[in-house]
């Protein structure tokens, strides 16, 4: 694929197309980790209604970016200036083809220039080997939450990109 994949932060003309991205990848990407389980998938999934992406999007401790291949939405994701990932989403069909990656360096850049040194988050089973190719680490034992089961991960941001 020649095209690069172009990464800026979301505005409010997104938030419709966030929404379908974010139900998407839960439903189809991450079928492994919820196993379409309604209760599950409807805990994992409250959070996708253009209420509160537009929340999201008017809160400035929090970056939401999307990326763009072709000026299609193909990925999102979201971090706040604690350091913390909140999620990376990717239209399954655009999986293992660089827009997970270049969503998180994007992140990445943006809480290095909030002063954060080490990032943290929490994924299931489906993406832990994309972040731990990131660079991720686990740092605490995982635990069950809704149903899923959340590892957490960190990463030093302090050494070169």
């Given at each position: 694929m020649d095209d690069p994949i172009q990464t800026c932060k979301a505005t409010a003309a997104d938030v419709g197309i966030i929404s379908r991205i974010i139900?998407?990848?839960?439903r189809v990407g991450c079928a492994r980790d919820h196993r379409n389980q309604p209760q599950t998938l409807a805990v994992w999934?409250?959070?996708?209604?253009?209420?509160?992406i537009q929340h999201w999007l008017a809160d400035p401790r929090l970056y939401l970016n999307i990326?763009?291949?072709q000026d299609k939405p193909v990925g999102v994701a979201?971090?706040?200036?604690?350091?913390?990932?909140?999620?990376?989403?990717?239209?399954?069909?655009?999986?293992?083809?660089?827009?997970g990656?270049?969503?998180?360096a994007d992140?990445?850049?943006?809480?290095?220039?909030?002063?954060?040194?080490?990032?943290?988050?929490?994924?299931?089973?489906?993406?832990?080997?994309?972040?731990?190719?990131?660079?991720?680490r686990s740092c605490a034992r995982a635990f069950m939450v809704a149903g899923l089961k959340a590892i957490p991960m960190h990463k030093d941001l302090t050494s070169p990109a």
């Open positions: 139900d998407r990848s839960i999934t409250r959070n996708t209604s253009l209420e509160h990326a763009l291949l979201m971090a706040s200036v604690c350091g913390k990932v909140a999620f990376c989403y990717v239209q399954p069909e655009w999986f293992r083809r660089g827009v990656q270049a969503l998180l992140l990445e850049a943006w809480l290095r220039d909030q002063g954060q040194q080490r990032v943290r988050l929490h994924c299931t089973r489906s993406s832990e080997a994309f972040y731990r190719n990131l660079g991720y």
